[in-house]
């Protein structure tokens, strides 16, 4: 890839790279170190993205939610403007416990006029090493692959399921969404449900930020470098990854092509004691029971890296 300047959502579960136009080039589901479902980032001939195409004449720009995980990408041609709010869902639940589901959605909000786009949905399963089938079905359209091993990803919209698979072009006339889960959902997606998946999980974030202290300087940058090393925290293990991507390489045309996707141990550690420094003292208890729950006899010795789970 000759631009590697991204956005970056998550749940604490997994994460997603967003393009400056909309396109997720890097995905997996279920879990960070699960194998990608989009990888366009490392070859974009076979690796699949889930692409928003528009005309020429639309100016796009691209920011976050102020204090949260949720990125806005804002497509503005004359009066014909909409965003899109990318997020994967986290909020707490009634029983304290955290709702982090493996999948992410899209929620596209009409600002004004009647604007149009298409959409190319293009899933590679396995790191695209097999053939990938997608088919329609009554509630959702199914992506499949048996090549490497079975996998499956579902995808929910409100828009016409023919038309997405298909690439055509769809006119924006009221709020609409399409989330994309590793599993089969029990209770259908609705645009109200997605709304309130947006809005809950906003709510999560910014109460996350509010522990965080604000400085007199770089305030924006520090709450922004907080957010991304929380989303980068492994909720089920406590353990920090040092990155959501494989395979890119440290220096391009060289070999050390590293996956990521692990736990560093004293790279984490740093990571702890500034995320402690900024209020968050929790993350700091979770990723030591994870050292711990690791080496349960004090003559073992530690490993520079591990598993994340």
């Known amino acids: 890839m000759d631009n590697l300047d991204y956005g970056i959502i998550g749940n604490c579960r997994s994460a997603a790279l967003i393009s400056k ?3 997720i080039d890097w995905c997996c ?7 990608s479902v989009f990888a366009k980032l490392l070859d974009e001939n076979i690796g699949g993205s889930f692409e928003i195409r528009v005309d020429d004449s639309y100016e796009i720009t691209q920011k976050y939610e102020r204090y949260t995980n949720i990125l806005i990408t804002s497509f503005k041609s004359g009066e014909d403007h909409f965003e899109i709010h990318d997020f994967m869902p986290r909020y707490r639940k009634l029983d ?8 992410l959605i899209r929620y596209f909000k009409l600002i004004s006029g009647k ?22 079905k009554k509630d959702f ?3 499949l692959t048996y090549d490497v091993k079975f996998d499956t990803v579902f995808l929910y919209t409100s828009f016409d399921q023919e038309s997405i698979v298909n690439s055509v072009e769809v006119e924006l006339l009221q709020d609409e969404y399409m989330l994309m889960g590793y599993n089969e959902k029990l209770l259908l997606p609705t645009t109200e449900r997605a709304y309130l998946d947006l809005q809950n999980t906003k709510v999560y974030w910014l109460n996350w930020t509010d522990l965080t202290p604000t400085y007199k300087k770089f305030n924006d940058e520090i709450s922004r470098s907080a957010l991304t090393l929380k989303l980068l925290s492994y909720d089920k ?3 920090v990854l040092a990155a959501a991507t494989t395979s890119l390489p440290e220096t391009i045309g060289e070999v050390r092509n590293w996956d990521y996707r692990f736990c560093w141990i004293r790279d984490a550690s740093m990571v702890i004691k500034v995320v402690s420094e900024l209020g968050h003292k929790n993350v700091a208890r979770r990723y030591l029971q994870f050292i711990i729950d690791l080496i349960p006899d004090k003559a073992e010795k530690l490993q520079i890296m591990y598993g994340i789970n």
């Open 21 to 23: 136009t909309g396109s």
């Open 96 to 103: 304290g416990s955290h709702h982090a589901p493996p999948e």
């Open 237 to 239: 293990t406590g353990a």
């Open 115 to 136: 604007p149009s786009f298409s959409v190319l949905y293009d899933p590679r399963l396995e790191y695209a090493m097999g053939k990938t089938e997608t088919f329609i």
């Open 141 to 143: 359209i199914a992506s």
């Open 29 to 35: 589901l279920p879990e960070f170190d699960s194998p």
